[in-house]
């Protein structure tokens, strides 16, 4: 074993130097300096060196197993006895008195030098002894260290066995997920070879193979079919699409033909496609704007081409209010219900919210509004657009005109296109300021709203014709009310449309008439000339426009007040009319549905002192002479030379009875201010002496009526 | 509308109370006469409508300025002509006129209006003055003209019996009062009333518009101011302050009673002193009449430039208003 031990170290030494020389070098550096003995015993020490320079064995290490340890223990301990002896003899030959140099001394110390040289051998072997020992131990413990890892190794690797056993185990088979046909089934419909009930019966395992497949079997027809099916599909959507493709290939050429009939159309008046579009939309109006749509296209075919009506407004919204169920109304009540409840609780800040919100939702309007637009000869279009309220129940009407020529620089005309008032009393006493529905008046006191003219301006003008146009009848005024819906409608719509057309035509030539007047010129027509002397000194200076505040607090028209034959919906004028130092102011109220109202005229004239015709009974005839006379005023009907020919008159007449009242006072001194150039029979009549103010045409005289 | 126009321009020209007085007739300038129930009017029960005429019937084409009742007839002025109509058939509603009569004119430009209308009881004859200036006596019996009174150069406002002196006054434009012997048809007296200073007004003019007797006094007045005048010495003997041209004036009992210019009816005294002015309705006045045949529905009753016509029952304030 110890050859054994030291054959196997040889290398070791070996590959220690070769692998670090200068550790080997230190450490022999080392072992001088730990032995400083070491090179006087260099001598002693037989350094076997090999034939092969690399293996250097110390011969002591050869020595080394030949000795016993335990006789160099004992050697050792003879050696310190021996060691020890001589110490103390030598101590006694010193303490008696030897010398030191002495032969007694002299062997002593030799001796004591042998003796000190076997303990340095027994040193040096004890450590050897002890490295070797280690070296032993060392080799002894890695061999430990393999095994023990080899060991490990084998229970890894039965670990992990068992943990594939584990997990094949606990695999699971697909076939698992794989539904299929009952057993008792698969035995009924699986053909023998497959099913194998022979083997099957008894082997679970088999079995599930049989019925797998079975199924697969199974499985592989119906793809079979699948594709089959697939392909069957595929074949009729190609068809389809063929026809499809036809189909889109005809719209184009259909598109086309549209196309080159719509002149076709036009030219014989037949607008079919237009018609169409507007049905389309005309499903979603509400009631009484179709009826009023209805009615007014069908009045436009048969009775006036110029009249067009289309419908304006957002489709999809109307859509989806149409849509919706109709139980808006209940709902409302209910929440009212529940509002005043609650209102009682809540704070007033919120409430005013609430009743804005409520006010706004009870005013709304339907989305599609319909614009009727009538168009006059001239060219100039009144557009009218007719809005629903859908919560109210009442139709509105908005005007707008727009003319042919540009109607710019008549200033007191600026109230007769004026869309706020321009329809007016189209029927009497019809201002369309409130709301023609008595329900509404209920509705209004629940959310506060006072009166409805404050959102006309907003709103349009629920006018009763409007109403009636739109087939809504309203229990107020029952003459009628045995018509409804389209009869009510039908009857009105004629002369609705007559007296719309009319009033525009009026206010039309109003405006014309307005432009020259206040240029102070009065035009007079061709066919009025005849009415009128051909010369007439008096002219018209100015003509203005008034408010209705202006026009009561006048002192010469409270008569005209009193007789409640104005009202604040008229239009107001000052018109004066000049002669010399004679000037007569006319305070002229045009009623808005002139001309079929005469405008009212009442004067006051400057003259030597104020006169007006409360006071003088001339002025009265003059104011009489102009109002009342509509049949020789008004000129070809409809009398839209009313105004003009009134004011015409008015200067005749401011003539006659300056001219004739300077013939009156001819007692009196100095020239005349105005020469009589008028012809009159006589120049006064009857008990309160009125001046002829009567023109007789071809004669060329004045008369009295 | 055009109603209300109409009545805005109305005058009221002239009245007759029927021959029972229950009755009032008016005509107005456009020709029209309405027939008013007084006793309707005037029981404790009146209502609105009461004031309404209970007739109302286009007599002429022109203004109506005399109406005078007979026994049994109205007689009616317009445009020179003169219609009768049966008070009996009037009340009964019917509008037929009994009959209809022209006074021959001379000129053909212009027909003549007719102012004034009296009758002469002696004679049973109509003295009818107007536009052609002068005046025409129909006989009632057989409806002819048998007479012309021609003097006046301007046309004749007011007429003027004188029952026991049979004469007959008449005032015209050209400013005369002119007095004719009924019996021989001849002129009497003229008096150019804008000749004397007292009563002259330049500024307004020289016609007669108003006449009024009453035995030997006589009341007249237009441009000139009004003025009561003695007869037998062709003198004013006061002259009244009024501001305005009257139109009508009459006697009555101690109180001179006078309508023209001005909302008021006037009441002088004949020492010349202005008792009273009433204020009525219309802003001038034509005329006014007093009912003094009934003596249940004694009223008076103006009219003037107005549709109403105002009714007293005591004489110093306006009760009511009747209304075309």
């Given at each position: 074993?110890?050859?054994?031990?030291?054959?196997?170290?040889?290398?070791?030494?070996?590959?220690?130097?070769?692998?670090?020389?200068?550790?080997?070098?230190?450490?022999?550096?080392?072992?001088?300096?730990?032995?400083?003995?070491?090179?006087?015993?260099?001598?002693?020490?037989?350094?076997?060196?090999?034939?092969?320079?690399?293996?250097?064995?110390?011969?002591?290490?050869?020595?080394?197993?030949?000795?016993?340890?335990?006789?160099?223990?004992?050697?050792?301990?003879?050696?310190?006895?021996?060691?020890?002896?001589?110490?103390?003899?030598?101590?006694?030959?010193?303490?008696?008195?030897?010398?030191?140099?002495?032969?007694?001394?002299?062997?002593?110390?030799?001796?004591?030098?042998?003796?000190f040289i076997t303990l340095k051998k027994l040193n040096r072997l004890a450590h050897m002894r002890l490295k070797k020992g280690r070296d032993q131990t060392h080799e002894a413990k890695q061999r430990v260290d393999v095994l023990h890892l080899q060991l490990q190794n084998l229970l890894y690797e039965v670990m992990h066995l068992q943990k594939e056993i584990s997990k094949c185990l606990e695999f699971k088979s697909q076939h698992e997920e794989i539904e299929l046909v009952s057993e008792e089934e698969f035995f009924q419909e699986a053909p023998a070879e497959i099913s194998r009930p022979h083997v099957t019966r008894d082997d679970q395992h088999q079995l599930t193979l049989a019925r797998l497949d079975w199924e697969l079997e199974q499985r592989k027809r119906l793809a079979e079919q699948y594709k089959m099916s697939l392909a069957r599909k595929e074949k009729i959507q190609k068809a389809i699409e063929q026809k499809r493709e036809y189909l889109s290939s005809l719209q184009p050429g259909l598109h086309n033909i549209m196309q080159a009939s719509i002149p076709v159309q036009e030219y014989l008046s037949m607008?079919?496609?237009?018609?169409?579009?507007?049905?389309?939309?005309?499903?979603?109006?509400?009631?009484?704007?179709?009826?009023?749509?209805?009615?007014?296209?069908?009045?436009?075919?048969?009775?006036?081409?110029?009249?067009?009506?289309?419908?304006?407004?957002?489709?999809?919204?109307?859509?989806?209010?149409?849509?919706?169920?109709?139980?808006?109304?209940?709902?409302?009540?209910?929440?009212?219900?529940?509002?005043?409840?609650?209102?009682?609780?809540?704070?007033?800040?919120?409430?005013?919210?609430?009743?804005?919100?409520?006010?706004?939702?009870?005013?709304?309007?339907?989305?599609?509004?319909?614009?009727?637009?009538?168009?006059?000869?001239?060219?100039?279009?009144?557009?009218?657009?007719?809005?629903?309220?859908?919560?109210?129940?009442?139709?509105?009407?908005?005007?707008?005109?727009?003319?042919?020529?540009?109607?710019?620089?008549?200033?007191?005309?600026?109230?007769?296109?004026?869309?706020?008032?321009?329809?007016?009393?189209?029927?009497?006493?019809?201002?369309?300021?409130?709301?023609?529905?008595?329900?509404?008046?209920?509705?209004?006191?629940?959310?506060?709203?006072?009166?409805?003219?404050?959102?006309?301006?907003?709103?349009?003008?629920?006018?009763?014709?409007?109403?009636?146009?739109?087939?809504?009848?309203?229990?107020?005024?029952?003459?009628?009310?045995?018509?409804?819906?389209?009869?009510?409608?039908?009857?009105?719509?004629?002369?609705?449309?007559?007296?719309?057309?009319?009033?525009?035509?009026?206010?039309?030539?109003?405006?014309?008439?307005?432009?020259?007047?206040?240029?102070?010129?009065?035009?007079?027509?061709?066919?009025?000339?005849?009415?009128?002397?051909?010369?007439?000194?008096?002219?018209?200076?100015?003509?203005?426009?008034?408010?209705?505040?202006?026009?009561?607090?006048?002192?010469?028209?409270?008569?005209?007040?009193?007789?409640?034959?104005?009202?604040?919906?008229?239009?107001?004028?000052?018109?004066?009319?000049?002669?010399?130092?004679?000037?007569?102011?006319?305070?002229?109220?045009?009623?808005?549905?002139?001309?079929?109202?005469?405008?009212?005229?009442?004067?006051?004239?400057?003259?030597?002192?104020?006169?007006?015709?409360?006071?003088?009974?001339?002025?009265?005839?003059?104011?009489?002479?102009?109002?009342?006379?509509?049949?020789?005023?008004?000129?070809?009907?409809?009398?839209?030379?009313?105004?003009?020919?009134?004011?015409?008159?008015?200067?005749?007449?401011?003539?006659?009875?300056?001219?004739?009242?300077?013939?009156?006072?001819?007692?009196?001194?100095?020239?005349?201010?105005?020469?009589?150039?008028?012809?009159?029979?006589?120049?006064?009549?009857?008990?309160?002496?009125?001046?002829?103010?009567?023109?007789?045409?071809?004669?060329?005289?004045?008369?009295?009526? | 509308?055009?109603?209300?126009?109409?009545?805005?321009?109305?005058?009221?020209?002239?009245?007759?109370?029927?021959?029972?007085?229950?009755?009032?007739?008016?005509?107005?300038?456009?020709?029209?006469?309405?027939?008013?129930?007084?006793?309707?009017?005037?029981?404790?029960?009146?209502?609105?409508?009461?004031?309404?005429?209970?007739?109302?019937?286009?007599?002429?084409?022109?203004?109506?300025?005399?109406?005078?009742?007979?026994?049994?007839?109205?007689?009616?002025?317009?445009?020179?002509?003169?219609?009768?109509?049966?008070?009996?058939?009037?009340?009964?509603?019917?509008?037929?006129?009994?009959?209809?009569?022209?006074?021959?004119?001379?000129?053909?430009?212009?027909?003549?209006?007719?102012?004034?209308?009296?009758?002469?009881?002696?004679?049973?004859?109509?003295?009818?003055?107007?536009?052609?200036?002068?005046?025409?006596?129909?006989?009632?019996?057989?409806?002819?003209?048998?007479?012309?009174?021609?003097?006046?150069?301007?046309?004749?406002?007011?007429?003027?019996?004188?029952?026991?002196?049979?004469?007959?006054?008449?005032?015209?434009?050209?400013?005369?009062?002119?007095?004719?012997?009924?019996?021989?048809?001849?002129?009497?007296?003229?008096?150019?009333?804008?000749?004397?200073?007292?009563?002259?007004?330049?500024?307004?003019?020289?016609?007669?518009?108003?006449?009024?007797?009453?035995?030997?006094?006589?009341?007249?007045?237009?441009?000139?101011?009004?003025?009561?005048?003695?007869?037998?010495?062709?003198?004013?003997?006061?002259?009244?302050?009024?501001?305005?041209?009257?139109?009508?004036?009459?006697?009555?009992?101690?109180?001179?009673?006078?309508?023209?210019?001005?909302?008021?009816?006037?009441?002088?005294?004949?020492?010349?002193?202005?008792?009273?002015?009433?204020?009525?309705?219309?802003?001038?006045?034509?005329?006014?009449?007093?009912?003094?045949?009934?003596?249940?529905?004694?009223?008076?009753?103006?009219?003037?430039?107005?549709?109403?016509?105002?009714?007293?029952?005591?004489?110093?304030?306006?009760?009511?208003?009747?209304?075309?």
């Amino acid at each position: 074993m110890s050859s054994d031990a030291v054959k196997k170290r040889k290398p070791k030494f070996i590959r220690n130097e070769a692998g670090t020389p200068e550790t080997k070098r230190g450490r022999a550096e080392g072992d001088q300096v730990t032995h400083p003995a070491g090179p006087r015993l260099i001598g002693q020490r037989k350094l076997i060196t090999a034939k092969n320079q690399d293996v250097r064995v110390y011969n002591e290490e050869v020595e080394l197993e030949d000795r016993d340890p335990q006789q160099d223990y004992m050697l050792y301990k003879d050696t310190c006895a021996d060691l020890a002896k001589l110490m103390a003899e030598i101590q006694e030959l010193k303490s008696g008195g030897a010398k030191v140099g002495s032969v007694e001394i002299e062997e002593r110390h030799r001796q004591c030098s042998i003796h000190f040289i076997t303990l340095k051998k027994l040193n040096r072997l004890a450590h050897m002894r002890l490295k070797k020992g280690r070296d032993q131990t060392h080799e002894a413990k890695q061999r430990v260290d393999v095994l023990h890892l080899q060991l490990q190794n084998l229970l890894y690797e039965v670990m992990h066995l068992q943990k594939e056993i584990s997990k094949c185990l606990e695999f699971k088979s697909q076939h698992e997920e794989i539904e299929l046909v009952s057993e008792e089934e698969f035995f009924q419909e699986a053909p023998a070879e497959i099913s194998r009930p022979h083997v099957t019966r008894d082997d679970q395992h088999q079995l599930t193979l049989a019925r797998l497949d079975w199924e697969l079997e199974q499985r592989k027809r119906l793809a079979e079919q699948y594709k089959m099916s697939l392909a069957r599909k595929e074949k009729i959507q190609k068809a389809i699409e063929q026809k499809r493709e036809y189909l889109s290939s005809l719209q184009p050429g259909l598109h086309n033909i549209m196309q080159a009939s719509i002149p076709v159309q036009e030219y014989l008046s037949m607008p079919f496609e237009q018609m169409q579009k507007q049905a389309e939309v005309a499903r979603h109006l509400p009631p009484a704007l179709y009826v009023l749509m209805v009615q007014a296209a069908a009045y436009g075919q048969a009775c006036d081409k110029t009249l067009s009506v289309n419908i304006t407004g957002d489709v999809d919204e109307a859509k989806a209010l149409s849509r919706r169920p109709e139980d808006s109304q209940d709902d409302e009540s209910d929440s009212d219900a529940e509002e005043e409840q609650q209102n009682t609780k809540r704070r007033r800040a919120t409430v005013g919210i609430q009743l804005e919100d409520k006010r706004k939702e009870m005013l709304r309007r339907h989305p599609l509004s319909l614009c009727v637009d009538l168009k006059c000869k001239d060219g100039s279009i009144l557009h009218l657009f007719f809005c629903y309220l859908m919560n109210l129940n009442i139709l509105t009407v908005k005007t707008k005109v727009s003319t042919a020529v540009d109607l710019s620089g008549a200033v007191s005309a600026g109230e007769l296109l004026n869309s706020e008032s321009l329809l007016n009393c189209l029927y009497a006493s019809d201002h369309g300021k409130e709301t023609p529905n008595p329900v509404n008046r209920y509705q209004f006191d629940k959310v506060g709203i006072t009166t409805f003219a404050d959102y006309v301006s907003d709103l349009g003008h629920p006018y009763v014709w409007v109403q009636k146009l739109g087939g809504l009848q309203f229990s107020s005024d029952g003459a009628q009310s045995e018509l409804s819906g389209s009869a009510l409608s039908a009857s009105h719509m004629e002369r609705t449309m007559k007296l719309l057309r009319g009033r525009l035509q009026a206010r039309l030539a109003l405006h014309k008439q307005f432009s020259s007047l206040e240029h102070s010129i009065i035009p007079v027509s061709s066919e009025c000339q005849h009415l009128f002397p051909a010369k007439v000194v008096s002219g018209l200076t100015r003509w203005t426009m008034m408010s209705y505040q202006e026009f009561t607090e006048l002192g010469f028209v409270q008569h005209v007040l009193k007789a409640g034959l104005v009202c604040e919906t008229d239009l107001f004028f000052m018109a004066v009319v000049e002669r010399g130092t004679a000037r007569l102011s006319a305070a002229v109220v045009v009623n808005p549905r002139y001309p079929e109202v005469m405008p009212l005229f009442s004067l006051s004239l400057h003259w030597k002192g104020e006169r007006s015709g409360r006071t003088e009974d001339n002025l009265r005839a003059m104011e009489s002479e102009v109002n009342v006379f509509r049949a020789e005023l008004q000129g070809p009907r409809p009398g839209l030379q009313l105004l003009t020919n009134q004011i015409q008159r008015l200067c005749v007449c401011l003539d006659v009875y300056l001219e004739t009242e300077s013939q009156v006072c001819d007692g009196s001194e100095g020239p005349k201010e105005f020469p009589r150039e008028k012809m009159c029979l006589r120049t006064a009549r009857g008990p309160s002496r009125l001046k002829p103010f009567k023109y007789n045409h071809p004669q060329g005289f004045f008369s009295h009526r | 509308m055009f109603v209300s126009l109409q009545l805005l321009h109305m005058s009221v020209f002239s009245q007759s109370f029927s021959p029972c007085g229950r009755f009032l007739a008016a005509g107005n300038n456009y020709g029209e006469i309405a027939v008013f129930s007084l006793s309707a009017a005037l029981s404790p029960d009146a209502s609105e409508a009461s004031q309404k005429p209970i007739l109302n019937f286009t007599a002429h084409d022109g203004p109506v300025f005399s109406l005078l009742s007979t026994d049994t007839h109205l007689l009616s002025a317009g445009n020179g002509e003169i219609s009768a109509w049966s008070w009996a058939e009037l009340i009964k509603k019917s509008t037929k006129a009994a009959w209809t009569r022209k006074p021959s004119y001379e000129t053909s430009l212009e027909i003549p209006e007719i102012n004034a209308m009296i009758i002469n009881p002696k004679e049973n004859s109509l003295i009818v003055g107007g536009g052609d200036n002068n005046i025409h006596i129909m006989d009632m019996e057989t409806g002819i003209f048998k007479s012309v009174l021609k003097g006046h150069t301007d046309y004749i406002h007011c007429l003027c019996f004188k029952e026991r002196e049979e004469e007959i006054l008449s005032g015209g434009e050209d400013g005369a009062v002119r007095i004719w012997d009924s019996r021989t048809n001849r002129p009497v007296h003229c008096i150019e009333v804008f000749k004397y200073e007292e009563c002259a007004r330049p500024q307004f003019g020289k016609w007669i518009s108003c006449l009024a007797t009453d035995s030997d006094w006589m009341l007249c007045g237009g441009g000139p101011s009004l003025s009561l005048w003695h007869l037998r010495s062709m003198s004013p003997t006061s002259v009244f302050p009024l501001p305005g041209c009257q139109r009508e004036a009459v006697f009555y009992q101690d109180l001179i009673m006078s309508v023209g210019e001005g909302p008021h009816v006037s009441h002088c005294l004949h020492g010349g002193t202005v008792k009273a002015q009433i204020p009525c309705t219309p802003s001038s006045l034509n005329t006014l009449a007093l009912n003094l045949k009934n003596t249940e529905h004694r009223v008076m009753t103006v009219g003037g430039s107005s549709h109403q016509i105002d009714v007293f029952t005591n004489f110093s304030y306006r009760a009511f208003s009747l209304s075309f």
